[in-house]
Nanobody, 121 residues
Framework: VQLVESGGGSVQAGESLRLSCEAS????????MGWFRQAPGKEREGVAS???????GYASSVKGRFTVSRDNARQTLNLQMNGLNSDDTAMYYC?????????????????WGQGTQVTVS
């Protein structure tokens, strides 16, 4: 099982980024997929998730600005991030977990990518 994130970078406040996560070695359709982030000195937190049935969930801090989506045929998970601000600066990770779980249950996610850095100034 391998997850590889891409799309991070440095942007100005108010701008947008689109993160992608490419999966291999398993079928993402059998798992919930989530995005998590970790800022320096802080714990890893859930950002958004989409379960095996396609139901999405978002942390209150990103709701209305971020959109999570998955393309099972292409084995990819995406996170469209609009209206970025400095509080969004972090390393972003994608992860795969149980069929029915969400971003609030970090321990349910067993497979993790290496992360992609997002910096907002």
């Amino acid at each position: 099982v391998q997850l590889v994130e891409s799309g991070g970078g440095s942007v100005q406040a108010g701008e947008s980024l689109r993160l992608s996560c490419e999966a291999s070695g398993y079928l993402i359709s059998r798992y919930s997929m989530g995005w998590f982030r970790q800022a320096p000195g802080k714990e890893r937190e859930g950002v958004a998730s989409i379960d095996g049935d396609g139901h999405t969930g978002y942390a209150s801090s990103v709701k209305g600005r971020f959109t999570v989506s998955r393309d099972n045929a292409r084995q990819t998970l995406n996170l469209q991030m609009n209206g970025l601000n400095s509080d969004d600066t972090a390393m972003y990770y994608c992860a795969a977990g149980a069929f029915y779980t969400d971003y609030q249950h970090l321990s349910d996610f067993k497979y993790w990518g290496q992360g992609t850095q997002v910096t907002v100034s």
